[in-house]
């Protein structure tokens, strides 16, 4: 079975408390500790990988970044997800091949640019055009903006989950959606829906499962974490 029909096959299923927790590695010795740990697959974070290079978050060259999935993606025998921000203004059939080339499984394609959302059935058609090129070598997880935006109606959520899921997408996130709002978005969305969580805190990944969730996702949580208990370790050192 291949790597990117195993990533799919994970989604399927699940039970509400058991949803498909993916942790975030930033690089290729992170990574290898959370394949260690038994994750069945990763999804890298474009946040965390942005600052382990060196820049803020948004701002890593395309280049950059493809190199360093791919390092991650060396690094593991798991499959791999890779954030891949708003697709760097590549056309669907470039960012595809890049992809495919770090040996990643799947992507995350977001639907704003700079905090300001897309028209949906542009984004849509859009995911349409990466669906066809990509067949069925990529998981194509399609973020919807909306919260993240300002806009709190689920129903405006919704309503582009639903383009996008008719497009080609294999599944949506809903980024910063409430949990209380995880019911509504379930009942109203056809297929896997991602959600983010934060570490350590709010609610688990597998009372997310119950509200929802199919998969938990955890952006830049785990890097930032870190950097928290690097920052720690070096005011004992001094």
């Not at 590695?25 to 974070?45: C, I, N, R």
């Not at 493809?66 to 708003?86: C, L, T, W, Y």
């Not at 383009?163 to 080609?168: E, S, T």
């Amino acid at each position: 079975m291949s790597k990117v029909e195993t990533f799919r096959r994970l989604h399927r299923n699940r039970l509400p408390e058991d949803p498909l927790v993916l942790p975030g590695p930033w690089d290729a010795a992170g990574a290898q500790v959370l394949a260690e740990a038994g994750f069945p697959a990763l999804a890298t974070p474009s946040a965390g990988v942005a600052a382990s290079l060196g820049y803020a978050d948004g701002q890593t060259p395309a280049d950059e970044m493809f190199a360093a999935v791919a390092r991650i993606v060396r690094a593991v025998d798991v499959p791999v997800s890779a954030d891949v921000e708003g697709g760097y203004g590549l056309s669907p059939e470039e960012l595809v091949e890049r992809v495919l080339e770090t040996g990643a499984v799947g992507c995350n394609l977001e639907d704003s640019v700079d905090g300001v959302l897309q028209d949906p059935r542009e984004h849509a058609d859009r995911l349409a055009e990466v669906r066809s090129a990509a067949a069925d070598s990529l998981f194509v997880n399609a973020r919807i903006d909306t919260f993240a935006c300002g806009v709190a109606d689920p129903g405006r959520a919704i309503e582009r989950a639903a383009l996008y899921v008719a497009a080609g997408a294999d599944c949506v996130y809903p980024i910063d959606a409430p949990p209380q709002v995880l019911p509504l978005l379930r009942a109203g969305i056809q297929g896997p829906v991602n959600v983010g969580a934060k570490v350590g805190e709010g609610p688990s990944p597998a009372e997310l499962g119950v509200r929802g969730a199919t998969r938990v996702t955890f952006g830049p949580g785990l890097q930032r974490r870190t950097a928290e208990a690097l920052r720690e370790i070096a005011a004992r050192l001094r």
